[in-house]
């Protein structure tokens, strides 16, 4: 993961690092590489845009010019600059509310909302020791609902069992009283996804929230799609209170844009990242550490 970035952003830099003065034109010219590196790692063009701005901006503040170590400076302000746009450090999932927390899961068809749902209940059941019961809210594809109970029984959490003919909102309401009566601690809700972005979907998603009234609502977004990804992020944030997002398919992304696209766009917290189709990839996300793997 971010590899194609970390190459082309840490030559940049150790270029920049070697100089002793620096003039104008060199910071200029560098910030144009930095530039051409996020736009080639498909970082969304108005968040390249404002990057180089703060960064250019924080450059002149400090005075780099006039520093000592001009090379240096101009590396730690991008550093910085990246650790902020990335966001804050390590942000779990939050449970502190009446148990049965409800969490509800959206995202497109094919991101990954299914196996993310069952990664975190995993994890919630494993390592935090909660009792979790997961719900799929997808009516209209009951292949989706059998895959997530035949994860549910791969990993020991469980489901809510199926009774075909109820609407969505139906659905999250009985899994939410299943959860109060079986003294459940969280309810996943794996809302039902679409393969674009539709005003059905939309409509959806907003009426579970409004009956099922999530302690979060974690967007799933497969960062291999790019410039893509921020719209849909886009799209949802517009709709629901998204409370955190989950990067999907993460172990592919030689780019690594799609990170500092999705905090710059969304405002909210990467929560965590999706590294493998396995129930166990899945990792906790750290601005400052993707900010020194990008750099190199
Ligand atoms: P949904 O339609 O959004 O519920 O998507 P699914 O959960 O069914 O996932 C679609 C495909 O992506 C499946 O084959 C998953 O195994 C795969 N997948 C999900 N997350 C990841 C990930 O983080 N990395 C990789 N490599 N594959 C993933």
């Known amino acids: 993961m971010f590899e194609g970035l970390s190459t082309r952003l840490s030559g940049i830099l150790d270029r920049l690092k070697g100089r002793g003065a620096l003039s104008e034109a060199d910071v200029q010219e560098a910030m144009r590489e930095v530039r051409r590196a996020l736009l080639e790692a498909d970082v969304a063009l108005e968040v390249v845009r404002s990057f180089t701005d ?36 390590g942000v779990a999932i939050d449970l502190v509310a009446v148990p049965p927390v409800p969490i509800m899961m959206v995202g497109l068809q094919g991101s990954g909302k299914t196996t993310t749902t069952a990664k975190i209940a995993k994890r919630l059941f494993e390592k935090q020791k909660k009792k979790v019961l997961m719900a799929s809210l997808d009516t209209r594809r009951p292949a989706a609902m059998e895959q997530l109970a035949s994860l549910g029984k791969q990993i020991g959490v469980d489901t809510l069992p199926i009774v075909t003919g109820q609407s969505p909102v139906q659905i999250a309401r009985r899994a939410i009283e299943a959860g109060r009566l079986g003294g459940y601690d969280v309810v996943m809700l794996d809302t039902a996804g679409r393969t674009h972005v539709d005003e059905a979907m939309m409509m959806e998603v907003a009426e579970v929230e409004r009956a099922a009234k999530p302690h979060e609502t974690l967007l799933v977004v497969d960062s291999l799609t790019g410039q893509d990804a921020v719209n849909v992020a886009r799209s949802f944030t517009g709709r629901v209170n998204v409370t955190g997002v989950v990067l999907t398919r993460v172990d592919g992304d030689g780019r690594g844009g799609a990170a500092l696209s999705m905090r710059a766009v969304t405002g909210k917290p990467i929560k965590l990242l999706g590294t493998g189709e396995k129930m166990d990839g899945l990792e906790d996300f750290h601005p400052s550490r993707v900010a020194n793997r990008i750099l190199g």
């Open 54 to 89: 703060k960064v250019r901006d924080r450059a002149v503040g400090a005075e780099v010019l006039k520093s000592v170590t001009p090379g240096q400076m101009v590396v730690k302000i991008v550093h910085d600059t990246l650790v902020d746009t990335l966001g804050t450090d």
